[in-house]
């Protein structure tokens, strides 16, 4: 039973820490693709 446990444990670290990756990685692009409209189209960054 606690092999089963712990790969549920392994499985659910696996998923945080890929859902952080993303999160952590996703941030910055957004941010430099609503400047780089900023500065191309003139759109403002809050749309």
Known sequence: ???VIFL???L???IGGV???VLT???PVI???KVY???KFNIPLTC
């Open 37 to 39: 409209r900023k500065v």
């Open 12 to 14: 659910y670290g696996i």
């Open 19 to 21: 859902s952080t990756l």
């Open 25 to 27: 990685l996703g941030i």
């Open 8 to 10: 549920i444990m392994i």
């Open 1 to 3: 039973m606690s092999i």
């Open 31 to 33: 941010l430099a693709w």
